[in-house]
């Protein structure tokens, strides 16, 4: 059964490809286009699809359009509501639903030989369970969604059983959690719907001096569900214009908030582990990328353990209904391999690439051991290796890495990037020694908790550690991820250290790195002191000393 999962219609566009219950390719548009988010999430967009997300996923598996049994579309125009009936300021959502249930011509015309019939509507919260509860290493589980909003509610709680979800809540519109946390991310001068993990950073900075007011506005009702709607922001401070500084007010806003936040969310894992009895919590939804929230429910609430969809924002609901599908088509679902599901290129099409681009480049013995070198030496590295990662983190796919040892390490890479002062990176640590270093939900693969890290480390290791004394760590394993452990261990016997700052490769504004292309643009645009794409290094001393007349030069050094 091959079944290609599409998400197009508010952001984060997405495609997936599921083949006999396998999850074989994912990836989201912003990769190929090189647009942050794909797109901006209003309805003169929703026709916009995944074009090139979708056409690589077919390609990578050698698989035609007419070949598919059926295209899962994360958003069924059947269910929703008129925007002004749920009481939300959206006066052309009638168009973005027109746009949906013209997705099934769409996707046609897009992907040649396709037939429509084949294309489905999945309710989006329905896909955003599946890529959780479905993909979960854990196959029974309760499963809880939280988002800005679907077609009419902004949360499902169910359990997945056998592969079939039992919904036992859901919270209409106007309440979302996620439509609060946008609101305040525009209120502190940020862009919604993109920038709400940088007022989760701001808020360590700040104390929770409003809660109280905002729980008259946000607050759990104690059947699975909560009120979130109308806050006053402005009654609770002023705004803060984009690009002005922020004052301890705006600190202390997003402190409360993110409080209120978490409180609601404990209420909500507290009813649905009363009502389902599971050991385990799989969640999804954009707010499931906020990791202080996710790490204080691990703490905190009666679930032995959680998990956490890598790409939980809208990009997973492209994986979701792929899952989905195949599920109800009897197909078991295996649980996903890993997140780095997009693209890679062979070490031979690596150095072509070089090659064209004339930049001086060598093969050092191990590239690994080449980078914990440099970054013994205090470089910063871009590192570019296998295939992409699906979801907002860089997981040791398309890094960029430092040394956690110097304090000012966090300011350089804030400056390398281009991004705001108070903004954290995260250190990725060996999984056999991170018990060591932080107290927290182990193992942690995908970078989606936060830890404590232990007082004897901080002085150890300044440049990871946030200003809370928490650190979101990304935990490796030598066997799903040898090359990255290799380093990790070379660069502990030169430094004694058994953790690397590893933040996105990427400059602000920017996607992430995917292709050698972006890569190279990144490295020449950025001052960083080492490319390791490949088992090939680009060093910048080299790279920009050559002379680009010399048919010697651009060369590989031996």
Known sequence: MRILGINALFHDPAAALVVDGQVVAAAEEERFSRRKHGKRPVPFAAWELPER????????????????DAVGYSFDPDLSCPAH???????WDG????????????????????????????????????????????????????????????????????????VLATQVLPHSLGLVYEELTAHLGFLRSSDEYKVMALAAYGKPRFLAELREHVHATGDGGFRAHNVPWTALTEPRAPGEDWSQDHADLAASTQACLEEVLLDLAGWLHAGTGAATLAMAGGVALNCVANSRLALESPFERIWVQPAAGDAGTALGAALHLAAERGEPAAPMPGADLGRSW????????????????????????????????????AWFQGRSEYGPRALGHRSLLAHPGRAENLERLNHVKGREEFRPVAPMVAADRARDIFAGPLPSPYMLFVHEVARPWRDRIPAVVHVDGTARIQTVDATSEPLVARMLTEFERLTGLPVVVNTSLNTAGRPMVDDPRDAL??????PVDLLAIGPYAVRRPHAFAHDPHDPHDGKEHR
């Open 53 to 68: 997300a979708a056409a690589w996923c077919l390609e990578h598996a050698g698989i035609t359009p007419d070949q598919l």
């Open 85 to 91: 009936t749920l009481g939300l300021d959206d006066p």
């Open 95 to 166: 168009l973005r639903l027109t746009y949906a249930r013209e997705a099934p011509s769409f996707l046609a015309e897009a992907l040649p030989g396709l037939d429509p019939a084949r294309v489905r509507f999945v309710p989006h919260h329905v896909a955003h369970a599946a890529s959780a509860g479905l993909a979960a290493p854990h196959p029974d589980c309760a499963v809880l969604v939280l988002d800005g909003r679907g077609e009419c509610a902004s949360h499902l709680a169910g359990r997945y059983t056998d592969n079939h979800l039992d």
């Open 346 to 381: 062979t070490d031979e099409e690596l150095r072509t690439w070089l090659e064209t681009a004339g930049v001086p480049y060598d093969r050092p013995p191990d590239i690994a051991a080449a980078v914990a070198g440099e970054l013994a030496r205090d470089g910063i590295v």
């Open 521 to 526: 643009e990144c490295f020449g645009s950025a």
